[in-house]
């Protein structure tokens, strides 16, 4: 599988809504071939994880961002469901708090980013902060900022922040990995009603999410943006098609999978004295008389 087909190029100005296409399945037309290859990409991120933890070097940021019923949650039940929960969390940054909202926008994500050795999920995140505020710009007024933040400078001068809070992070062995799970208008409708129609998806639904809907134009203005400035190098965007769930979580296991491949990863050798050490207790175990 091609990563690049997913990247977002850094510096671009590409209309990222001419060129992803939500029901795009790189070749695969079996479900079944390609909940395999997840199935081994899930061992291998889980294998990749313990030498992660042992060797607590890096960190492992994965953010999760998109439009309602584009399938967040379940890709990351699918594709997390083999690591051990002690090297793993996920967040979940819904609207924020009054204390949240007393603190820069940066802080409540800061404080939940992942230790070294652990891989940290954030579903939805900081971007928050330059997609539903500047759709719903009513939201950018609750901040209380100084006057001189308001206007339209202000999104340029977020879009700087993330860049170097990203550079910040990877430059201190925090590597970022950022999904955009591309759903299509008809794909979101067509999820909507099957969580209104079955009763236990009623839960998943609110009438809230047929609001958001009626912006759909103006998020998609807001990603565009978003894509156009912050996919860097160090950081770039991942653009993945999903319409079809299933190709989804596959895309997304084996970017996660190549990226902590590239890592090296090994798990920590021990000094000549601590040898020694593990051999004197080896010798008392077996001198041991079985009980």
């Known amino acids: 599988m091609k990563h690049d087909a997913f990247i977002f190029p850094p510096d671009s100005k590409k209309s990222f809504l001419k060129n992803y296409d939500p029901a795009y399945h790189d070749g695969y037309h079996d479900k079944a071939e390609s909940v395999q290859k997840l199935h081994e990409n899930i061992q291998k991120i889980a294998a990749y994880q313990d030498i992660l933890y042992a060797q607590n ?4 940021l994965v953010i999760f961002q998109a439009m309602d019923a584009a399938g967040k949650d379940s890709t990351i039940k ?13 967040f979940n940054f819904k609207a924020p708090s009054a204390e949240e909202l007393d603190h820069d926008y940066l802080w409540r994500t800061s ?20 997609l539903v505020v500047r759709v719903h710009p ?21 879009f700087e922040e993330i860049n170097n809070f990203e550079k910040y992070l990877v430059n201190n062995g925090v590597i970022v990995l950022k999904f955009f799970l591309n759903v299509s208008k008809k794909e979101q409708k067509k999820r909507f009603l099957e969580r209104i129609s079955f009763p236990e998806k009623n839960w998943k639904f609110s009438v809230n999410d047929v609001r958001e809907r009626a912006f759909w134009d103006d998020y998609m203005q807001a990603y565009e943006a978003v894509f156009q400035n912050t996919s860097t190098e160090y950081a770039p965007w991942h653009i993945i098609p999903a319409d079809r769930k299933w190709f989804t979580r596959l895309v997304v296991a084996d970017i996660i999978c190549k990226k902590l491949e590239s890592l090296n990863l090994k798990y920590p050798t ?8 593990l051999m004197q207790a080896k010798t008392i175990l077996e001198q041991e008389e079985d009980v």
């Not at 699918?78 to 996920?90: A, E, R, T």
């Not at 404080?111 to 330059?130: A, D, H, Q």
């Not at 021990?270 to 050490?277: F, G, I, K």
């Open 138 to 158: 009513e939201l950018f007024y609750k901040q209380q900022l100084p006057q001189t933040l308001h206007g339209n400078h202000i999104w340029k001068q977020r």
């Open 111 to 130: 404080k939940s980013l992942p230790e070294r050795g652990r891989i940290g999920i954030f579903n939805r995140s900081y971007y928050e902060e330059v």
């Open 78 to 90: 699918h594709v997390m469901s083999g690591v051990n929960p002690q090297g793993f969390q996920v």
């Open 270 to 277: 021990v000094s000549a004295a601590h040898q020694q050490e």
């Open 57 to 60: 070097t890096y960190a492992l």
